[in-house]
Structures are given as structure tokens and as C-alpha cells.
């Protein structure tokens, strides 16, 4: 069963249908006050060059401890959120904490943030506001030619309980206009958890063991929240490109199946894979349009790579091997699909296109597993690789074969999952002890550790902002 709290009502304390209605206000809204033509030496021209910038604590007009505090949390959560994708270098709010905060622009001390390097400095100023409260955001220039100058200004409508969602418009809003960059701010993570420690019942197998259920986060891990509650194993959950929908493995009826659960309809999930105790489905993933998915399926007689519409109709058979085939993923385009197969003797990633003809291995290493495609305009695939029981995220270039490890070797490093940019990819490692979720970006830099209650695998990152 869905956890019909979350669908129903608010996630956070904001209601999410809100957010996708057409005709409505938006939860999260801006309007640009101002967008003066001038830019920092350091544009959106030349964005391989870093400006270097300020965030110091908001301004309130009054004073009003809850609206302080909500303007603190967008603050550093903004910082935070501006710092991961790496586009600008932050100057750390520890350091900037006794620069004197102030709305007045002639008033800034520009002399301080100079002496720390900064080009620029984000000034933010909350006030209440008929339906909540606005806080207006404004890039003043430090150096040069541009001191004094508003560079980047608007003002965005919050509601008081969440202004973690302010914060990631806001620097969604940020990164797309500074540099025509879609930031993953909004985004979220799927993943499957332990951490409420439930017994598992009517789990048709020997050990019954401790149960295992979907959960989704920010893509920080902030607002975990709960999304099966059938005490059973439900595994690999996989977002529809929409981000209304989890396909996710389940065994609730004793043997594993393809679940579809809505997040904004209570209702009951869909089984689309139609499976028995006979003929078994496991590890969805969707299609780029939403309207099919691949999956894995012993109804062949073995494991083999299937696909089927969302609804139910059209199933077919893609692979047709003896070996075992299975944790399928789609191209961009959807032309074609990766999966695991250990058909030469050991599990290596293929490529076969979306019809079942073509079919290319794709990497000749150590086994490999769980493979997960870029998103366009990148051409590449992350998997696990390595014999164990240590293993590592490889990411393989599809037309030049070209092989790059991401991780350290620290730990066991599985079940890659890239952000909707591509700039990162959410795995799991048991670096930190238990298995937990942390981020990796393209340069191997291990971004920030996503969660750390119970045990915590396969993660999903969602294709759009939720």
C-alpha cells in the first residue's frame, strides 16, 4: 500500500499538486524586479571562469523570529545548493559570519568582501507578504567597474514551512539565468531504506528478515519521507520521467514483481509486468516519454530483458539468451537499452537497441553491474565494476570505450544513478560503515553524503524538479 499521507496532503508542509497545476500559484514563484543588462567581468560569456561570490545572512524589514529564522534556512541551504554544482566558488558564511550584514547597497562594506577575494556578494532581504513571505535577491558587484551595480536581481514568493524549497528554486533559478545551467536543486532521490526497522510479514521465503521500503528525499537527503509501508522487500525504485510516478520491485505477494505507485493520486499501484510466482519481474526502468518500461523477467524460461507499456499491453521480449540478463536502462533517445548479462562467462554491460536487434558489449573488464545512462548531451555509462567485496563506479564513454573510475576505492561503491544534468551520480558506499547514499561528481570528487539512518541502496534520481 502508498503511504496516502504524502499523496494526499503535504510534502514538507507544502502541497505538492500546488505545484504542478496549471493555472496556479506556484509554491515556489519568481518575478523579475530588475534584470539590468550589465554583467561581472566574469559572465555568462566567459562561465569557465568562476566568480567568486558572497552569501552572507539575510536582512529581515521587522523584526519576527519565525521569518528570521525562515530567512536563515534559505540562506545557508542556498549556500549549500550554489556551492554543490560547483559553478561559482562560495566564499564559506564561517568566514564572511563578521562582515556586517546590511540591505542598504551603499551601505555594504565592499572593503571586507574585497579582502576576501569576493566579485560579488548575494544580498537577501525578507518581508512578510499576503500569502507568506518574499525575499528579494539581488547580485551586487564588488570589483572593477561593477561596484555598486546590481548584476542579477528578483524577488521570490515563500511560503513559511518550507523555505528549503525557496532555497532550491531560488538557486535553480540562479544557475539557469547566471549560467544557462539546469541545477538539480529541486530535484529528488528514490531510494530503499531499513531505517524504520519493521519485521517483514507475508514474505513467502525462509528468512523473513527486516523489511525494506521506498523512501523518497531531496536530493540532499533533507525531508526523507516514507513512500511503501507493506513490511515487505521493496527494491530499486526508478522515477518516471515526469517524477509523478516509482516503478520499484516488490515481493508483497511473495515473489517479485514490477509495482507503479502514483505519488499524487491515491490509489492502488499498478502491476504492469502482470507477474506469478512463476513468471517473476524485477528492476523497472522507465522510457524517456514515460510510456513504457524494461525490465528484467525469468517468463522466457531464464532471465531476459523485457518490455511492456505502462499500462500493460504490448509485452515483448528484447533478449533471447540462455545467460542471465537483467538491471536494464534506457538511452536518452530510448533507441536502445544497456543491461547486465553474464553471457561470456562474467557480468559485463551490453547495448542492444529498444527492438531487440544490434546488440554491442560494451565493457571487458572485472564483472560489471547496475549500469545507468547519462543523460544527453553526454554519451556515457556508469556502472559498478570490480570482483568485490570491494567495488568501484566506472563510467565508460559509449563510442570511444573510454574508462574512467570515479571512486576511491574506499569502501564498497554500487548501484550508480546520474543526476538529470549529468554533472553527478548518486551510489551507495560503505565507507561511512553501513551502506548509505553519498554523490560523486565527473572529477571523482565525493560531493556529500545523502543519508545516514539505517542501511540505505539503490538509489534513483529524479528526472525532473519535483
Known amino acids: 500500500m502508498i503511504r496516502r499521507t504524502l499523496l494526499a496532503c503535504?510534502?514538507?508542509?507544502?502541497?505538492?499538486?500546488?505545484?504542478?497545476?496549471?493555472?496556479?500559484?506556484?509554491?515556489?514563484?519568481?518575478?523579475?524586479l530588475q534584470q539590468q543588462q550589465t554583467e561581472l567581468t566574469l559572465s555568462l560569456t566567459n562561465s569557465s571562469v568562476k566568480e567568486k561570490l558572497g552569501l552572507p545572512d539575510f536582512t529581515v524589514e521587522v523584526s519576527d523570529v519565525e521569518l528570521q529564522g525562515a530567512s536563515k534556512t534559505v540562506a545557508d541551504v542556498l549556500w549549500s545548493d550554489l556551492d554543490f554544482e560547483e559553478e561559482f566558488y562560495m566564499i564559506p558564511r564561517t568566514v564572511s559570519a563578521s562582515v556586517p550584514v546590511t540591505s542598504l547597497l551603499d551601505a555594504l562594506p565592499y572593503d571586507r568582501w574585497a579582502e576576501l577575494g569576493a566579485d560579488g556578494v548575494i544580498v537577501g532581504t525578507a518581508r512578510r507578504s499576503a500569502n507568506g513571505w518574499d525575499v528579494d535577491i539581488r547580485l551586487v558587484g564588488v570589483k572593477g567597474d561593477y561596484v555598486k551595480k546590481v548584476v542579477f536581481g528578483v524577488e521570490y514568493h515563500c511560503t513559511l514551512p518550507n523555505p528549503r524549497l525557496c532555497a532550491h528554486y531560488i538557486s535553480d533559478d540562479f544557475h539557469k539565468k547566471r549560467r544557462l545551467l539546469d541545477g538539480v536543486a529541486r530535484?529528488?532521490?528514490?531510494?530503499?531504506?531499513?531505517?524504520?526497522?519493521?519485521?517483514?510479514?507475508?514474505?513467502?521465503?525462509?528468512?523473513?528478515?527486516?523489511?525494506?521500503?521506498?523512501?523518497?528525499?531531496?536530493?540532499?537527503?533533507?525531508?526523507?519521507?516514507?513512500?511503501?509501508?507493506?513490511r515487505s522487500l521493496n527494491l530499486g525504485p526508478a522515477w518516471s520521467p515526469d517524477g509523478r510516478f516509482l516503478a520499484y520491485t516488490s515481493w508483497v505477494s511473495g515473489y517479485p514483481d514490477i509495482y507503479v505507485a502514483s505519488l499524487f493520486e491515491v490509489r492502488a499501484p499498478t502491476r504492469p509486468a502482470g507477474g506469478t510466482d512463476k513468471l517473476q519481474n524485477q528492476l523497472p526502468a522507465w522510457s524517456p516519454d514515460g510510456m513504457r518500461l524494461a525490465f528484467a523477467s525469468n517468463r522466457s524460461g531464464n532471465w531476459d530483458i523485457w518490455v511492456v507499456n505502462r499500462d500493460g499491453s504490448g509485452l515483448r521480449n528484447v533478449?533471447?539468451?540462455?545467460?542471465?540478463?537483467?538491471?536494464?536502462?534506457?538511452?536518452?533517445?530510448?533507441?536502445?537499452?544497456?543491461?547486465?548479462?553474464?553471457?561470456?562467462?562474467?557480468?559485463?554491460?551490453?547495448?542492444?537497441?529498444?527492438?531487440?536487434?544490434?546488440?554491442?558489449?560494451?565493457?571487458?573488464?572485472?564483472?560489471?553491474?547496475?549500469?545507468?545512462?547519462?543523460?544527453?548531451?553526454?554519451?556515457?555509462?556508469?556502472?559498478?565494476y570490480g570482483q568485490g567485496p570491494g567495488h568501484d563506479i566506472n563510467i565508460i564513454d559509449v563510442a570511444t570505450k573510454r574508462v574512467l573510475t570515479l571512486t576511491d576505492g574506499k569502501g564498497d561503491n554500487e548501484s550508480p544513478s546520474f543526476a538529470p544534468n549529468g554533472r553527478h551520480i548518486a551510489f551507495t558506499t560503505t565507507r561511512y560503515g553501513k551502506t548509505q547514499i553519498a554523490i560523486v561528481d565527473r572529477k571523482g570528487t565525493i560531493q556529500r553524503r545523502v543519508t545516514d539512518v539505517g542501511t540505505n541502496t539503490y538509489p534513483s534520481w529524479s528526472r525532473s524538479p519535483q
Open 10 to 32: 503535504a510534502l514538507g508542509g507544502v502541497t505538492l499538486l500546488a505545484l504542478r497545476a496549471p493555472g496556479r500559484d506556484d509554491t515556489v514563484w519568481a518575478e523579475a
Open 319 to 384: 533478449t533471447h539468451d540462455p545467460a542471465t540478463d537483467n538491471a536494464p536502462v534506457w538511452s536518452p533517445n530510448g533507441a536502445e537499452i544497456a543491461f547486465t548479462s553474464d553471457r561470456t562467462g562474467s557480468n559485463q554491460i551490453y547495448v542492444i537497441s529498444s527492438d531487440g536487434v544490434g546488440l554491442d558489449r560494451l565493457t571487458s573488464e572485472c564483472p560489471c553491474d547496475r549500469p545507468t545512462w547519462s543523460p544527453a548531451p553526454f554519451n556515457d555509462v556508469a556502472y559498478t
Open 187 to 230: 530535484t529528488k532521490l528514490a531510494f530503499t531504506s531499513d531505517r524504520d526497522a519493521e519485521r517483514m510479514s507475508g514474505r513467502l521465503i525462509a528468512d523473513s528478515g527486516q523489511g525494506k521500503e521506498i523512501y523518497i528525499s531531496d536530493y540532499d537527503g533533507a525531508n526523507p519521507q516514507r513512500i511503501t509501508v507493506n
